[in-house]
C-alpha cells in the first residue's frame, strides 16, 4: 500500500511570511495527525482528525496556525506569519482507526516537511 | 497524564554487541507502549508495540523490549548491533487507555554504531 504523502519536503521562508504544507494519508485511513518535531526533541501533537472533525488540537498555536481536511482525506497545514521558532519538521501521520481504541491501531508516519524560518 | 523519559540522549556500540535503550514512562491508565526509529530523511517507523498482552514484545530487525509494571519501564534491546541500526529511537506512549491514538513520545536516543 502507498504511505503517507507529504508535501514539499522542504521549504525556507523568511520570517513573517506564511507557507502551507498537504498530507495525503493511507487510504481508508479515518484519522490524521500532524506533529511538530523541532531538532533535537520527539514529536509534539499539533492536531487530531477523525475523518473531518477535529478530535484534539490544545496544542495548536491558533493565532498562527491553521490545518483543514476538508473531505476527510488530505489535509493541509498553514502558518501565517511565520517565526524564527516555527522552524521545525513537521509530521503528518494517519491510522485505521474510527473511535475502536484498540492496540491493532498503529500510526503510520510520512517522511515530514522540514520548514527553516530565517 | 502521560509521559515517556528517555534516559540517555545518546548511546554507543560496537557493531555485534548488545544494544540496551531504556525508557521510563508514567500513565494514568495501563499505557500503550512504543518504539518508533526515525532514519535520517526517512519517516517513523515502528519497530514494537505493546498492548497488554505478553510483556516481552518482539518486533522488527530482531528488537525486543519489555514491560516491566512494578519499575515503570519499557527499554528496548537488540542481542547484537548492526550498522544499519544507527539511528535516532522513540519510546512512545499513548494518550488512550489502549490504543495508538494521540501519542507522546520522549526525547529520543542517538544509537551510533561503531565498525
Known amino acids: 500500500e502507498a504511505g503517507v504523502a507529504q508535501s514539499p519536503r522542504y521549504k525556507i521562508i523568511e520570517k513573517r511570511q506564511s507557507v502551507a504544507f498537504w498530507c495525503n494519508p493511507i487510504?481508508?485511513?479515518?484519522?490524521l495527525y500532524w506533529y511538530q518535531q523541532i531538532l533535537g526533541q520527539g514529536p509534539k501533537l499539533l492536531i487530531q482528525?477523525?475523518?473531518?472533525?477535529?478530535?484534539?488540537d490544545s496544542q495548536l498555536p491558533k493565532d498562527r496556525f491553521s490545518a483543514e481536511r476538508l473531505k476527510g482525506v488530505d489535509s493541509t497545514l498553514k502558518i501565517q506569519p511565520a517565526k524564527l521558532e516555527d522552524s521545525a519538521v513537521y509530521l503528518c501521520?494517519?491510522?485505521?482507526?474510527?473511535?475502536?481504541?484498540?492496540?491493532?491501531?498503529?500510526?503510520?508516519f510520512g517522511a515530514g516537511s522540514r520548514l527553516t524560518v530565517l | 497524564a502521560q509521559s515517556v523519559t528517555q534516559l540517555d540522549s545518546h548511546v554507543s556500540v560496537s557493531e555485534g554487541t548488545p544494544v540496551l535503550l531504556r525508557c521510563n514512562y508514567s500513565?494514568?491508565?495501563?499505557?500503550?507502549l512504543f518504539w518508533y526509529v526515525q532514519h535520517p530523511n526517512k519517516g517513523l517507523q515502528l519497530l514494537l508495540k505493546?498492548?497488554?498482552?505478553?510483556?516481552l514484545v518482539k518486533g522488527i530487525n530482531g528488537f525486543e523490549a519489555e514491560f516491566k509494571k512494578s519499575e515503570t519501564s519499557f527499554h528496548l534491546t537488540k542481542p547484537s548491533a548492526h550498522m544499519s541500526d544507527a539511528a535516532e529511537y522513540f519510546c512512545?506512549?499513548?494518550?488512550?487507555?489502549?490504543?495508538?491514538?494521540?501519542?507522546?513520545f520522549g526525547t529520543g536516543t542517538r544509537l551510533t554504531v561503531i565498525p
Open positions: 501521520a494517519s491510522s485505521l482507526d474510527r473511535g475502536q481504541y484498540s492496540g491493532a491501531n498503529v500510526l503510520t
Open positions: 487510504s481508508g485511513h479515518a484519522t
Open positions: 482528525f477523525q475523518n473531518n472533525g477535529v478530535v484534539d
Open positions: 500513565s494514568s491508565y495501563s499505557p500503550s
Open positions: 505493546y498492548t497488554s498482552a505478553a510483556t
Open positions: 512512545v506512549v499513548s494518550g488512550r487507555p489502549t490504543g495508538a491514538n494521540n501519542l507522546f
